[in-house]
């Protein structure tokens, strides 16, 4: 069960989340309510497992708020309007650590997360890039903004968006091996999620809610074949 302060900072996280998204306009409205039920349910399977509910809900609290500063230093860098953020979006980078936390893996939660806010970070910083990117399936330069193009500041601002949980991981739970397993899949969540953008996304066979589910369910599995 959650306590009462518990329930009084998720009551607070998730005011705050409804009132900025609403006046920054980066949330839409169903998104915003899409994102206040994958809270609740996110609390829900936390306490049915060792994470906790409150640690759980914060994991994606944490996940959230470096992926909209990444998103907002990116859009601000290029001279963008943020883009608003829809209920694809939200399922996308959510749904397969929902649904990890439910089949009672925790460690396969704390991979999705790692991998999403990775696929985030080269995203929007990748996109600062002063080269042009490179299409992941065959090296040759395309358009900044392809999908499945990457560049070395992408990469970097990977490896910065996967070690961040990995590094909040650690913090709680002392387990360098267990956040190596969080940054690697990680990693490979957000490569995947690059080769589905160049090979499907791009041609438009799948879409971007698809092409961050199946990436980010990869970066399950390589939780789940490390682990053990």
């Given at each position: 069960?959650?306590?009462?302060?518990?329930?009084?900072?998720?009551?607070?996280?998730?005011?705050?989340?409804?009132?900025?998204?609403?006046?920054?306009?980066?949330?839409?409205?169903?998104?915003?309510?899409i994102?206040?039920?994958?809270?609740?349910?996110?609390?829900?399977?936390?306490?049915?497992?060792?994470?906790?509910?409150?640690?759980?809900?914060?994991?994606?609290?944490?996940?959230?708020?470096?992926?909209?500063?990444?998103?907002?230093?990116?859009?601000?860098?290029?001279?963008?309007?943020?883009?608003?953020?829809?209920?694809?979006?939200?399922?996308?980078?959510?749904?397969?650590?929902?649904?990890?936390l439910?089949?009672?893996?925790?460690?396969?939660f704390?991979?999705?997360?790692?991998?999403?806010?990775?696929?985030?970070?080269?995203?929007?910083?990748?996109?600062?890039?002063?080269?042009?990117?490179?299409?992941?399936?065959?090296?040759?330069?395309?358009?900044?903004?392809?999908?499945?193009g990457?560049?070395?500041?992408?990469?970097?601002?990977?490896?910065?968006?996967?070690?961040?949980?990995?590094?909040?991981?650690?913090?709680?739970?002392?387990?360098?091996?267990?956040?190596?397993?969080?940054?690697?899949?990680?990693?490979?969540?957000?490569?995947?999620?690059?080769?589905?953008?160049?090979?499907?996304?791009?041609?438009?066979?799948?879409?971007?809610?698809?092409?961050?589910?199946i990436?980010?369910?990869?970066?399950?599995?390589?939780?789940?074949?490390?682990?053990?």
């Open positions: 069960m959650l306590s009462f302060p518990e329930i009084i900072i998720i009551i607070l996280v998730f005011a705050l989340f409804s009132f900025t998204s609403l006046r920054k306009k980066s949330f839409d409205k169903k998104g915003i309510i994102g206040i039920l994958i809270g609740l349910i996110t609390i829900f399977f936390g306490l049915m497992t060792s994470v906790g509910g409150l640690t759980a809900f914060l994991f994606m609290t944490y996940f959230l708020i470096i992926g909209e500063l990444s998103t907002k230093y990116g859009a601000k860098k290029r001279k963008e309007k943020h883009e608003t953020r829809t209920t694809g979006n939200v399922l996308g980078n959510s749904l397969a650590a929902v649904i990890a439910g089949l009672n893996f925790p460690l396969g704390f991979a999705v997360i790692s991998a999403a806010l990775a696929d985030t970070m080269s995203s929007e910083i990748g996109m600062l890039s002063k080269k042009k990117p490179l299409l992941i399936t065959n090296f040759q330069e395309v358009e900044t903004g392809t999908d499945g990457i560049t070395v500041l992408g990469s970097i601002s990977a490896f910065i968006g996967a070690g961040l949980i990995a590094l909040m991981y650690y913090a709680l739970y002392s387990s360098v091996f267990f956040a190596g397993i969080i940054l690697f899949a990680g990693l490979i969540g957000s490569f995947a999620d690059s080769i589905l953008g160049a090979l499907f996304e791009r041609k438009g066979k799948l879409s971007n809610t698809l092409v961050n589910f990436a980010t369910s990869i970066a399950v599995i390589i939780s789940v074949i490390i682990a053990g």
